[in-house]
């Protein structure tokens, strides 16, 4: 195959028994795959600690019946139009609604948003998913 370096890897007796445990935990069809997931995912973090551009998502559950949280949440949002590219609602039933928050940017301004969101009072959950631009990761 093109563009495939080959390299041994040595390991532990009891630390590559956890790895193929996890292999099988997660569905991996080879320990090749498992090292690129986890390669990937390491890049992944690097991009969040390291403060460069990044992208995700910001998941809020609520009820939209607590007074002032719509316009609290607006108004934070609108604070931050820099990062966010799009916002989805979905009314889940008659008191509850998740919202969808897809970001992107350095994840200080990111995480800014996350930690106000998250202190609005009615807010049920909040959650980051620390995703990527993908510009880094092959
Ligand atoms: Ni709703």
């Given at each position: 195959?093109?563009?495939?370096?080959?390299f041994?890897v040595s390991l532990?007796?009891?630390l590559?028994?956890?790895f193929?445990l996890?292999?099988k935990?997660?569905?991996c069809?080879?320990?090749s795959?498992?090292?690129?997931k986890?390669?990937k995912?390491?890049?992944i973090q690097?991009e969040?600690?390291k403060g460069r551009e990044?992208?995700?998502a910001?998941?809020?559950?609520?009820?939209h019946h607590?007074?002032?949280?719509?316009?609290?949440i607006?108004h934070?949002q609108?604070?931050?139009?820099?990062?966010?590219?799009?916002t989805q609602?979905?009314?889940?039933d008659?008191h509850?609604?998740?919202?969808v928050?897809?970001i992107k940017?350095k994840p200080?301004?990111?995480?800014?948003l996350r930690?106000?969101?998250?202190?609005?009072?009615?807010?049920?959950?909040?959650s980051?998913?620390m995703?990527?631009t993908?510009?880094?990761i092959?």
């Open positions: 195959m093109p563009n495939i370096r080959r041994s532990e007796k009891d590559s028994g956890q193929d996890l292999i935990q997660k569905k069809n080879s320990r795959e498992a090292f690129r986890l390669i995912q390491e890049l690097e969040w600690l990044t992208a995700g910001i998941v809020l559950v609520y009820d607590k007074r002032e949280l719509l316009n609290k607006m934070i609108h604070d931050y139009s820099g990062v966010i590219l799009s609602h979905v009314h889940l008659h509850n609604c998740l919202e928050i897809i940017g200080r301004e990111v995480q800014g930690d106000k969101l998250k202190i609005i009072r009615g807010i049920k959950c909040s980051l998913a995703a990527s993908g510009k880094e092959p």
